[in-house]
C-alpha cells in the first residue's frame, strides 16, 4: 500500500513523501517536490513489485552472475547426484563468457 506524507521544510519548501509498503517487499521510498510525480512513482513502482518486474538497480549492480555461479556451485552442485557434474563444466562456460554482467 502506498501512502504520501507533505513535509515541509524550515524555509517553507514543500515535498511530498512517497512510501510504498507490500508485505513480503522491502520498503521503497522517494521525496518528491510535485504531488503528481509522486503519485505517479508509487502507481509504477507498486504495479511493477506486485507483477515482479521491480528491482533497486543499486542492489542489482552490487552482484555479478560470477557470484551467482560461483554460489550455484558452492550451495547446490554439491547437493546433487555425481551424474551432474557435467553441470559444472557448463556453469564455468557460462561464467567466463557473461560473469562480469
Do not use: C
Not at 550451495?75 to 562480469?100: C, H, M, V, Y
Amino acid at each position: 500500500m502506498a501512502t504520501i506524507s507533505k513535509r515541509t521544510s524550515l524555509e517553507g519548501k514543500v515535498s511530498y513523501q512517497a512510501k510504498i509498503r507490500l508485505q513480503g517487499h522491502p520498503t521503497q521510498s522517494a521525496t518528491f517536490s510535485r504531488l503528481t510525480d509522486a503519485k505517479l512513482w508509487t502507481q509504477q513502482i507498486e504495479s511493477a513489485i506486485r507483477e515482479g518486474r521491480y528491482f533497486k538497480t543499486r542492489e542489482a549492480l552490487k552482484h555479478s552472475l560470477a557470484e551467482l555461479l560461483d554460489r550455484y556451485v558452492r550451495e547446490i552442485l554439491p547437493r546433487k547426484s555425481p551424474r551432474d557434474t557435467n553441470q559444472r563444466k557448463q556453469i564455468q562456460w557460462w561464467k567466463a563468457r557473461l560473469g562480469n554482467l
